[in-house]
């Protein structure tokens, strides 16, 4: 599913760099039930906060709540896929879903800042 085992459970902080990798190597399937899994396995059932590590079949979190690295990280997988900066390269919608890239499919992006401008 894209992320790290510990411990009986869900640790998603750790497995960012391999999430990122696979986008870089255009395997967006990939990175995608990263973010997924951590989305959906990867915060509280009560609070809907970034945990570092949890117990997927019950839900219960390794008290390190709220984690604000995994919220950033989070953050700014939702945000690469849309669109992401390299150095001299501005590289859009690589780690977007196919299909919503279909013919007669609308997707927009505004206000994100990246080195070119907004």
């Known amino acids: 599913m894209g992320v790290s085992e510990f411990v ?8 960012y760099g391999y999430l990122w990798n696979q986008l870089e190597a255009g395997r967006p399937e990939r990175y995608l039930l990263g973010l ?8 509280t059932r009560e609070t809907f906060s970034s ?3 949890i117990q997927h079949k019950t839900g219960e979190n390794a008290m390190t709540l709220p984690h604000t690295y995994s919220n950033t990280q989070q953050l700014f997988m939702l945000r690469t896929m849309l669109v992401r900066d ?5 590289i859009l919608c690589s ?5 919503w890239l279909t013919d007669g499919q ?13």
């Open 106 to 118: 609308h997707v927009g992006v505004e206000g994100a800042e990246t080195a070119f401008g907004p």
């Open 36 to 43: 997924y899994t951590s989305l959906a396995y990867g915060m």
């Open 95 to 99: 780690g977007m879903p196919r299909a």
């Open 86 to 90: 390299e150095g001299d390269e501005l």
């Open 51 to 53: 945990v570092e590590c």
């Open 8 to 15: 009986g459970g869900i640790d998603h902080a750790y497995g």
